[in-house]
Antibody, heavy 120, light 107 residues
Framework: EVQLVQSGGGLIQPGGSLRLSCAAS????????MTWVRQAPGKGLEWVSD???????YYADSVKGRFTISRDNSKNTLYLQVNSLRVEDTAVYYC??????????????WGQGTMVTVSS | DIQMTQSPSTLSASVGDRVTITCRAS??????LAWYQQKPGKAPKFLIY???SLEDGVPSRFSGSGSGTEFTLTISSLQPDDFATYYC?????????FGQGTRLEIK
């Protein structure tokens, strides 16, 4: 059974930083294409970032240069380092993935989500 | 970027009704379209991939169709558990984009 268990998040002031974690079981983060998606309060889903099996990364324009996706294969964990946070980054952040071993795919599996609130 | 537009934004229906939600892409996405169901406070649930393929375990009252730029999600006979918000997603190219959502509410 695949499980994605998220941690991190919280209340942070504008300009601050956080690291979000997504611990995977049932599949190797190194062997799968992993994704972060976010959802602002009362809003729809927004793709944030992908990391491919070869380590190639992709970012939404809204977070490029401020967010960094990475993984620790030994811990089987995906990360999202979020820097220079803005009020508009306030959202629930989800990690997601699929058994489909292709770069672009739908998301079979989702973490439970972690809330990031950016406010002074 | 490929824009995904869902309609309607809100849909009121009764248990037993047949409902259809439409998702239009701003350019062809070669059927690389998924549908999700989301309930308040929960992660999205994967329903359909490649426009019309039902994910394992999803009830057969859900179906997807369409091609090119226009797609639909149909629920053949609404059940109480189906009242939720539905999103489409294109995975033809980066950036991956979602529709704005359709809230399905009880009439």
């Amino acid at each position: 059974e695949v499980q994605l268990v998220q941690s991190g998040g919280g209340l942070i002031q504008p300009g601050g930083s956080l690291r979000l974690s997504c611990a995977a079981s049932g599949l190797p983060v190194s062997g799968n294409f992993m994704t972060w998606v976010r959802q602002a309060p009362g809003k729809g889903l927004e793709w944030v970032s992908d990391i491919h099996t070869d380590g190639t990364t992709y970012y939404a324009d809204s977070v490029k240069g401020r967010f960094t996706i990475s993984r620790d294969n030994s811990k089987n964990t995906l990360y999202l380092q979020v820097n220079s946070l803005r009020v508009e980054d306030t959202a629930v952040y989800y990690c997601a993935t699929s058994f489909a071993l292709v770069p672009l795919h739908a998301f079979d599996f989702w973490g439970q989500g972690t809330m990031v609130t950016v406010s002074s | 970027d490929i824009q995904m537009t869902q309609s309607p934004s809100t849909l009121s229906a009764s248990v037993g009704d047949r409902v259809t939600i439409t998702c239009r892409a701003s350019q062809s996405i070669n059927n690389w379209l998924a549908w999700y169901q989301q309930k308040p406070g929960k992660a999205p649930k994967f329903l359909i991939y490649k426009a019309s393929s039902l994910e394992d375990g999803v009830p057969s009252r859900f179906s997807g169709s369409g091609s090119g730029t226009e797609f639909t999600l149909t629920i053949s006979s609404l059940q109480p558990d189906d009242f939720a918000t539905y999103y489409c997603q294109q995975y033809n190219s980066y950036p991956i984009t979602f529709g704005q959502g359709t809230r399905l509410e009880i009439k």
